[in-house]
T-cell receptor, first 115, second 110 residues
Framework: DGGITQSPKYLFRKEGQNVTLSCEQN?????MYWYRQDPGQGLRLIYY???????QKGDIAEGYSVSREKKESFPLTVTSAQKNPTAFYLC??????????????FGDGTRLSIL | EDQVTQSPEALRLQEGESSSLNCSYT??????LFWYRQDPGKGPEFLFT???AGEEKEKERLKATLTKKESFLHITAPKPEDSATYLC???????????FGGGTRVLVKP
């Protein structure tokens, strides 16, 4: 079955530690996205990528980094510079928009907490 | 700045009690409005895309409508399995980025 796999489901971070969240998709989608979801605030865009080896900052990129070395994979690193990392992180993918709006498809998220 | 506001924040319904959720938006050049359903601890699941004012889409007990400033998600005769958070998002004329509203949590009691 095609889909988006995020791992781990739960992650704990110690002070001063960087952690990496995995996102893999087998939908052959060009575009991938990372969102952060806090209670009552909806989803906010962290980073997105429309092609391998290229990515753009979203609305809340500070304290995060990404890479896009393969079409299928878009890992997110939460660095020690992100002072409030506790949240639910969601990865999404979509075909590149070529005039017919394609919805983004989401994984089941990683919940990150501070130890 | 693009803004999407959903109301109410939470909605408690009895089974069979129809209701509507509102999504108001301010965006320069709307390309599409998306509705998603999200269950606790899961990622959002796509429901509908609406493109232009006057458009309607239906799926089972859900019907989405669009005007120039807002969208409504009507839930007709809801069942407990319709309990979820419903999210709307807008896409501008240029690019693939979505701007999400804060969601409406719906609880349907038997």
């Amino acid at each position: 079955d095609g889909g988006i796999t995020q791992s781990p489901k739960y992650l704990f971070r110690k002070e001063g530690q960087n952690v990496t969240l995995s996102c893999e998709q087998n939908l052959n989608h060009d575009a991938m996205y990372w969102y952060r979801q806090d209670p009552g605030q909806g989803l906010r865009l962290i980073y997105y990528s429309q092609i391998v080896n290229d990515f753009q900052k979203g609305d809340i990129a500070e304290g995060y980094s990404v890479s896009r070395e393969k079409k299928e994979s878009f890992p997110l690193t939460v660095t020690s510079a992100q002072k409030n990392p506790t949240a639910f992180y969601l990865c999404a993918s979509s075909p590149l928009d070529r005039g017919s709006n394609q919805p983004q498809h989401f994984g089941d998220g990683t919940r990150l907490s501070i130890l | 700045e693009d803004q999407v506001t959903q109301s109410p924040e939470a909605l408690r319904l009895q089974e069979g009690e129809s209701s509507s959720l509102n999504c108001s938006y301010t965006v320069s050049g709307l390309r599409g409005l998306f509705w998603y359903r999200q269950d606790p601890g899961k990622g959002p699941e796509f429901l509908f895309t609406l493109y232009s004012a006057g458009e309607e889409k239906e799926k089972e007990r859900l019907k989405a409508t669009l005007t120039k400033k807002e969208s409504f998600l009507h839930i007709t005769a809801p069942k407990p399995e319709d309990s979820a958070t419903y999210l709307c998002a807008v896409q501008k004329a240029a690019g693939n980025k979505l701007t999400f509203g804060g969601g409406t949590r719906v609880l349907v009691k038997p």
